[in-house]
Nanobody
Framework: QVQLVESGGGLVQAGGSLRLSCAAS????????MAWFRQAPGKKRDVVAQ???????YYADSVKDRFTISRDNAKNTVYLQMNSLKPEDTAVYYC??????????WGQGTQVTVSS
């Protein structure tokens, strides 16, 4: 069982930055692929960025060159650095951990609101 706790969300003006953190419980964090998803009101939950156990990364086109996902296995934490934020980035952001290729563990989410 893995518990995930997100932090770092908030209200920011367009063009600003935020860094989200996701702290994971358990001793096998380094083995998990991790990801950030987001869900805006009335929309489905979509992947934002993924990072594998060996730190290879994937980004949605909408956030490429603005967001950076990283992990610190010593701290059991994954991060999402978000720069040049846009109003369309407003959503609840969720951290998730994969087991055998499926994202099965989810955090409670953290709200990010970008004002224009």
């Amino acid at each position: 069982q893995v518990q995930l706790v997100e932090s770092g969300g908030g209200l920011v003006q367009a063009g600003g930055s935020l860094r989200l953190s996701c702290a994971a419980s358990g001793r096998t964090f380094s083995r998990y692929a991790m990801a950030w998803f987001r869900q805006a009101p009335g929309k489905k939950r979509d992947v934002v960025a993924q990072i594998s156990w060996n730190s290879s990364t994937y980004y949605a086109d909408s956030v490429k060159d603005r967001f950076t996902i990283s992990r610190d296995n010593a701290k059991n934490t994954v991060y999402l650095q978000m720069n040049s934020l846009k109003p369309e980035d407003t959503a609840v952001y969720y951290c998730t951990a994969a087991v055998s290729g499926s994202y099965v563990y989810w955090g409670q989410g953290t709200q990010v609101t970008v004002s224009s």
